[in-house]
């Protein structure tokens, strides 16, 4: 070795480095094959090297009482980013050579989340605040995600970082969950499609991504500590599929591990999870990180359950672990032989082998200057095609834009971009609802005026975590005279009405979140009589992180438009809906119930107080395998909106659909059947629309819900008169049904039904037969994993629908 102080701009000069000169087959393929590099590099490593990397190195209090980076304990870190959110430390070592980059993590399921401001420095680092995932799966379209993971890519990699901590694909199992805007769908096959989408489009541009939260984050309350109890059959087909999906199709280069507790066992700390099922049933090859100071301090048990990195490190101050921190915890394991050599070095090779692929281990010059007018350009695209038409009565929409607008509700300029915490971004703007109506229609100024100047002056700001700015502020007081007064005088009105959630914090069924607040009630009712009563008509648009009660008031309005949280172009996304620029092609991905209490969860939601402390300790899954329109359609609950629900502009018709092939009965597990059918648009204008197949199996020795998503497509735009051919297909796989009896997925002997319809709601859709002659097992699991705790059986906490 001529010069052990270099610093290594590549793996491969690293191996140079290390005497590998010569170009033998051998060092071509250490050299072809970052997992061959990692092992290569870690037998250079000491134990205690290796478990460094093992371990972020956490924060530091700071004089102000907040977290800081511990940087006393961060290894080689080369370009610095303000507002990471953790690293991977790295290794350098003068005497053996080593010198591999400390790794960056960036936050934000919407868009990259840094700190835009910084200290002698007068330029700014905004990221683009893209719609929250809930609108984005709204889309249906996973190209275009695939576009969005592609962008948010560029700016993880323009401003110096290497992971981006997403996305997330928990189920919306309940909608009070703070924290539903950054996850797709209460159905797992959506999700794992759209997230599959982009991590594919994220991790084509040379930085990594990581699917979280595994498994079952599906409520904030007690989130570090409650135990969600959950049959192994409603874990396997409900909460892990779409993980399984993503990791099939997309090979994430991460997994982070939720804070929760699953069947009594730390999610991050639970070998069930992380090893026999994640990497051995699943074949996943990358690494496993912790989330933020979760499980209960026992870091070396998390090391040897397959979770191969613990963030952030050092020790865990949210929630007082003890003192001794993880690194330190892990180094007094191996010396006292409760973690081995081998174990140690195992996960070090998986973080490694991901570590080397990033930026900071390529030499990536980054730019500090990603193409923001592009991004915002595609924020606006994307988000326009998920917003969902609930109601449109008598064409309300859409309106001319010489039409004169009486615009309602605070939220017209206190618009909400996306959800508060480590989902938010620092976005350089955010086009209000109120500025983009007036971009495009004639507004009324009198009324804007009232609002802006209302707002400014009665507008509240708080600080939460130091990760978001809430800021709220109460409906204005306006007489039914005023009211009548601004109805007179323009043409239509609109109400926006808007809902904000957060990480850490559930939402409730009260007024002023799930329900309307008393003046949001009041203010639709006088509107709306006004109007009325002036042959006028009333268009609510809801900017919410989550949905609301509806039923009580919808009837008196004449169109609902679900913009959900747009991202940072989000009044001009409202008015290119309500103008028709975009005809809408958005459709729901969560059913709106007719009330909250229909929800099979909703008496048990966010778990109970079981040893009587005053906190939320344990949450039974009583629904099982009935989550969201499982449960809906197969026992009859009437709902406002189904899932699949969202209006056109235009009209289509599908011709009757065709079985194109059946091969399960010969090709067995690895068979499918395949499907078509011919949309058409019949309307006066072009449009897209979202074909959705649901599969209704026989009965057979396991209960199932009576319909089931197994595939979906998207037209192009088509012009009116337009045909396009859609073709589905559906793998042996994704038809199975989990048979825990039996630890294997199982598809039943039987004639099956497939209805391809706009909307969950097949009624009146005449279904295409395929038979499947004798049963099928497509895969055999790991007897005995994912066990219910204490000897409980499903149907002790299960509630029985029938």
Not at 362 to 374: H, K, L, R, T
Request: net charge negative.
């Amino acid at each position: 070795m001529k010069n052990k102080k270099t610093i290594l701009a590549s793996i491969i000069p690293l191996l140079i480095l290390f005497g590998c000169n010569s170009e033998t087959k051998e060092n071509s393929e250490v050299i072809n094959s970052f997992k061959a590099q990692a092992e290569f590099l870690v037998a250079k490593m000491t134990p205690y090297e290796q478990m460094n990397m093992l371990v972020g190195p956490g924060y530091a209090m700071q004089p102000d009482y907040s977290f800081g980076t511990n940087y006393d304990a961060l290894t080689n870190i080369k370009n610095d980013v303000p507002g990471t959110v953790g690293y991977i430390n790295g290794v350098y070592n003068e005497k053996t050579g080593l010198d591999i980059a400390a790794v960056k993590l960036a936050d934000g399921a919407a868009g990259v989340r840094i700190d835009p401001i910084r200290e002698g420095d007068s330029n700014t680092y905004y990221g683009t605040a893209f719609p929250v995932s809930t609108l984005l799966a709204s889309t249906w379209n996973p190209d275009l995600l695939k576009n969005v993971g592609k962008a948010i890519a560029n700016e993880v990699k323009e401003y110096g970082l290497d992971f981006w901590l997403a996305p997330g694909l928990n189920i919306q199992r309940n909608p009070l969950n703070g924290r539903n805007f950054e996850y797709f769908s209460e159905d797992p096959l959506i999700s794992g499609i759209m997230a599959s989408a982009e991590v594919i489009g994220a991790q084509s541009q040379g930085i990594g991504t990581t699917i979280k939260h595994f498994v079952a984050n599906n409520a904030e309350t007690s989130r570090n500590i409650v135990n969600n109890v959950i049959s192994p059959r409603a874990l396997r087909e409900i909460y892990m599929r779409g993980f399984e999906y993503a990791v099939d199709n997309a090979h994430p280069w991460a997994v982070m591990t939720a804070m929760n507790q699953v069947n009594g066992h730390f999610t991050g700390q639970w070998a069930d999870l992380n090893t026999k099922v994640l990497r051995n049933e699943w074949g996943f090859d990358g690494l496993v990180m912790s989330d933020w100071w979760s499980g209960d301090g026992n870091y070396p048990e998390m090391i040897q359950s397959g979770n191969d990195l613990i963030e952030s490190g050092g020790v865990a101050l949210a929630y007082r672990y003890g003192e001794v921190d993880a690194r330190q915890q892990l180094e007094n394991a191996y010396e006292a032989g409760e973690l081995s050599a081998e174990t140690i070095k195992t996960s070090a090779i998986r973080v490694l082998t991901q570590a080397l692929k990033t930026p900071s281990n390529q030499n990536y010059v980054f730019s500090n200057a990603p193409d923001m007018d592009a991004h915002a350009q595609l924020s606006r695209v994307v988000a326009s095609e998920g917003v969902v038409l609930l109601k449109n009565n008598d064409n309300t929409l859409p309106i001319a834009s010489s039409t004169a607008i009486a615009s309602f509700g605070i939220n017209q300029v206190n618009t909400l971009k996306g959800g508060y915490g480590s989902g938010d971004v620092h976005s350089a703007y955010t086009v209000n609802i109120i500025d983009g109506l007036n971009a495009q229609f004639n507004i009324d100024s009198d009324l804007k005026a009232f609002y802006e100047n209302f707002f400014s002056t009665n507008k509240t700001e708080t600080d939460f975590n130091g990760l978001s700015t809430i800021i709220e502020c109460e409906e204005p007081p306006l007489s039914t005279s005023e009211i009548d007064t601004y109805i007179t005088n323009n043409d239509i009105a609109v109400i926006s009405i808007g809902r904000y959630s957060m990480q850490g914090h559930d939402r409730t069924n009260t007024t002023g979140d799930y329900q309307l607040s008393n003046e949001e009630r009041t203010l639709i009712d006088n509107v709306a009589t006004a109007a009325h009563a002036q042959g006028k008509k009333v268009i609510v648009v809801l900017n919410v992180a989550g949905i609301i009660e509806m039923h009580s008031w919808q009837d008196n309005v004449d169109a609902v438009v679900l913009a959900y949280m747009p991202g940072q172009e989000a009044g001009n996304v409202v008015a290119d809906i309500l103008s028709g620029q975009v005809n809408p092609s958005g459709k729901l991905t969560q059913t709106i119930p007719v009330a909250y209490t229909d929800f099979p969860n909703a008496t048990n939601f966010p778990g109970v107080d079981t040893d009587s402390n005053g906190s939320i300790d344990t949450h039974y899954y009583n629904e099982g395998i009935y989550v969201g329109y499982r449960y809906f359609s197969t026992f009859g609950k009437p709902v406002s909106y189904p899932f699949g629900h969202g209006l056109s502009y235009t009209k289509f018709e599908y011709d009757s659909p065709l079985v194109i092939s059946n091969t399960l009965n010969t090709q067995q597990s690895l068979g499918k059947v395949t499907f078509s059918v011919n949309v058409t648009n019949t309307g006066e204008v072009a449009g897209k629309e979202v074909a959705q197949l649901y599969i209704s199996a026989p009965s057979g020795d396991l209960e199932k819900p009576a319909i089931e998503l197994k595939a979906f497509a998207k037209t192009a735009l088509l012009a009116p008169g337009e045909t396009q051919k859609l073709d589905f297909g559906v793998s042996a796989k994704w038809l199975s049904s989990f048979d825990t009896d039996n630890d294997q997925w199982v598809i039943e002997p039987g004639q099956y039904k497939a209805y391809i319809s706009k909307s969950s709601d097949v009624n009146g859709v005449y279904p295409v037969t395929f038979t499947v002659s004798s049963e099928i097992v497509t895969a055999q699991a790991t007897a005995g994993v994912l066990a219910l705790p204490n000897d409980l059986i499903p149907a002790d906490f299960e509630t029985s629908f029938q």
